[in-house]
């Protein structure tokens, strides 16, 4: 069974910057991908952006594109997501993911997950 452990996270304002972090536990034998989701109020659960860690591959939803950075840890187990300029609507609850194979969006493709941390923008 694969532990994942968050950090990060907080309250800013528009504009401002965050960092996330997650390690899962557990040997990767060298198909590990990772993943960020997250959950706006009254919505349902969205990917974010992912990494394939043999690789570093990586994939996005649209509306961060250029505004967040994921990356992965091939060493540590470990995805980290830089999130700059920071709206409003990204609020959520952030979690992480992990699952075999190559970097998806789909939610059924990540068989673990991390115990989420809140992300709030202000305006």
């Known amino acids: 069974q694969r532990q994942l452990v968050q950090s990060g996270g907080g309250m800013v304002q528009v504009g401002d910057s965050l960092s996330l972090s997650c390690t899962a536990s557990?040997?990767?034998?060298?198909?590990?991908?990772m993943g960020w989701f997250r959950q706006r109020p009254g919505k349902e659960r969205e990917f974010v952006a992912g990494?394939?860690?043999?690789?570093?591959?990586?994939a996005y939803r649209d509306s961060v594109k250029g505004r967040f950075t994921v990356s992965g840890d091939y060493g540590n187990n470990g995805i980290y997501l830089q999130m700059n300029n920071l709206k409003v609507e990204d609020t959520a609850v952030y979690y992480c993911?992990?699952?075999?194979?190559?970097?998806?969006?789909?939610?059924?493709?990540?068989?673990?997950w991390g115990q989420g941390t809140q992300v709030t923008v202000s305006a």
């Open positions: 993911a992990a699952g075999t194979g190559g970097v998806t969006s789909a939610t059924k493709a990540y068989s673990y």
């Open positions: 557990g040997r990767n034998s060298g198909n590990l991908m």
């Open positions: 990494v394939e860690l043999s690789n570093g591959l990586t």
